[in-house]
């Protein structure tokens, strides 16, 4: 009996110890995406690449697609802020599922307690549902041969309408909601996002950075911006920074004037590129761009220019062009892309990358 | 009476000078598209750019659009071997215009005696129409302030099998045609082509090049190639040179044997780097490549990568990765550019342009 109680016991030990080993050697069997200028090194383990543990909810949660991109991108610009890309490793998500974060999008009933938005109230006028989607960011360090968890990002984005139905098959409303609310709104969801992670044993450490963005309406061909982040150490926010982020679509409708001088001189700056470009090529179609602005500077364009060719020289000889008629007209020192585009296939890409100060080109060909 | 006749006279010899001097200033009015390395400049003329005379006949032509992109790319490759991109400014055809080449294109008839093709035939067994598109290039050179004629290239397309129908609501039968009647043919349209080119007064003194291209069939995932080009200097052809390009779809068809060494090796280094992009990540739909050899040697590939993304940060993952698998697999010192995409949307391209050894990457984004 003695022994055999022994034996078990000793079978127990080299269990733990073998799991316990397991979990060491997948620890250290880590590799990364590789580093490019001002980006983040993703996660990879055991050679695949480590998806969130959320993955997808989002884009099920963005009517705009445009919302979806901004968010994603606008985030990890908020990140940097914070975690430099020399010394942190991006991972995807891995402490809030899909089921969390989907409850978490709905609204609060006997159901799911964790709902972040208001009961519906009268269908014929219903509370809006303020939070549209919410996304986890995690910030790693090497330790030795593993990677340890040393801070997260979650942001929260608030609509800035809500679209709702009186009748199943009724027309549809729309409740615009205001700066102000948007606000107060993603406040009082951070704060309750910030004490369920805090209540994690594994997230009571590290500085965990909450971002609010305000979501574009369904209809904007721009999505929306993060206007505020705080990086907090305990279990409620700390201080909330501004941030002051603003999209535009160019050109603008109806040549609607600007609010400040800065802006002028850059959607003149677009006007003149658009000008040129449309005169140097027979029956062109489309210029148009999203540009953001932080404060009064740009800091970034993104254009699309659509039109019919029909040669590959054409499209040889366009792409040069462009990229001579960004180098003169468009703002210097941020980063820019242009996509040339014909029938929604893209023909050529003329792009600046963030910190350099060269156009690159590639023209998309076939053999 | 004699007065006036001095009158009349002096207003003509001011209106004949008012039109050459407008002659000139239009001659001297043209700028070029700019540099790109390896590339030829393109004209502009009075801020637009010069498009060809004979515009949008090919892509009438082409129920393959591959067959359309390699066959102007590849005229071009042709042309680099003859009118160096240093000493030539490129400039879409503007000697044959649209009703000569659709002229050409055509069956000769009674009504149409300078169609290329033969006259149908029984239309239960009709003959093939073997030339299928024409293009011409002009290679100028500066002289002065003016541009001046230097050099023409005709590329001209023959087909590989002949698509037709005995009734027309029937169904459709096709006629294969030799590679040997594929040469044939061609040749002897590149005779009367030379011929009717040389009989225009201002094309008697320049070399023309007339190169030939075998079309793939219109079922194929990747275009035809050129295999004969001649240059040159009176109005019968002078020479045929043989070219050795050869086209191939990636990954091959039930794992066919290559022909020779350097083909399985660049076919391996291509599956290396297919089953390592697929491990990466999960869900991957597809990796598929056209590749283009010379001879034995590659000298490009056009990957081709889609998958479903769930967020930008996915993306920019992923190209990451595929920067630095394609640094280590793909062979070096050739053009390779790899697209990525989901469901049809480029989200992220990296390449290598000609003439480059580094490989540059650049993920579309939104605001």
Redesign the interface.
Known sequence: MKLKKVTTLAALMMAVMALSACGRNSKSNYST????AG?Y??V?KK???R??KA??V??SQNNN??N???F??GL?TVSKRVFSTKNYI?Q?GQYLDTDTVTNWLGRKTKKNPEGLNPAQGKKSNPNPEYIQQL?E?DYMTESGSKLKLKGMTIGIGINSEYNYKKKDDGPSYTKKISNAEVERQGKIAAEKVLKRLRARKDLQNIPIVIALYKQAPDDSL??G?FFAYSNNKGDSISSWHTLHYR?EVLPKAGGTTSENQDDSSNSSSFSNFKSQVQ????NLSGVTA???YNGSSMT?M?ITITTQF?????I??????I??AARRYLPSGIPI?I?IQSDSN?QA?V?R?SGSDKF???V????
């Open positions: 995406t590789g580093t490019s980006n090194q993703g990879i050679g695949h690449y998806t969130s993955r997808g989002n884009v697609q445009y979806l991109k901004s994603e991108s990890t991006f995807e996304e960011q721009v999505g911006t999209n005169s140097f090529f027979p999203q540009a953001q970034g993104h029909y040669s590959q020289s054409e040889t000889s366009f792409t040069q062009y990229t001579r892309d996509k893209v890409v792009f990358n690159q080109s590639h998309f060909d076939s053999y």
